[in-house]
């Protein structure tokens, strides 16, 4: 069965960055898409960034282009999602998810696993 653990999120101040990590258990994740989402406190699920399961081809949701990357190491079974010049609408609960042999989809309901989340509150 496979899980995801996120972690790595936290209080940052306005401007600031973070890195959030997404280990793998169960599973090898070089055969997943991977994708972050965030739900902020009233808010829908909202795409954030998703990586091709081959690792070469990424996609971004409007609100976070420029500022957040996401990557893969496939040796640690790791994802990860660099975050620069946060700001407070940034705050949410952030989780990744995984679809087996898939490309990236802006959707939730495209994945097949999800983490539990880790929470990301910027202050201004």
């Known amino acids: 069965q496979v899980q995801l653990v996120e972690s790595g999120g936290g209080l940052v101040q306005a401007g600031g960055s973070l890195r959030l990590s997404c280990e793998v258990s169960g599973g090898i994740l070089s055969r997943y898409a991977a994708a972050w989402f965030r739900q902020g406190p009233g808010k829908e699920r909202e795409f954030q960034a998703g990586i091709k399961w081959t690792g070469g081809s990424t996609r971004y949701g409007n609100s976070v282009k420029g500022r957040f990357t996401i990557s893969r190491d496939n040796a640690k079974n790791t994802v990860y999602l660099q975050m620069n010049n946060l700001n407070p609408d940034d705050t949410a609960v952030y989780s990744c998810?995984?679809?087996?042999?898939?490309?990236?989809?802006?959707?939730?309901?495209?994945?097949?696993?999800w983490g539990q989340g880790t929470q990301v509150t910027v202050s201004s």
């Open positions: 998810a995984l679809k087996l042999f898939g490309v990236v989809r802006e959707t939730a309901d495209a994945y097949d696993v």
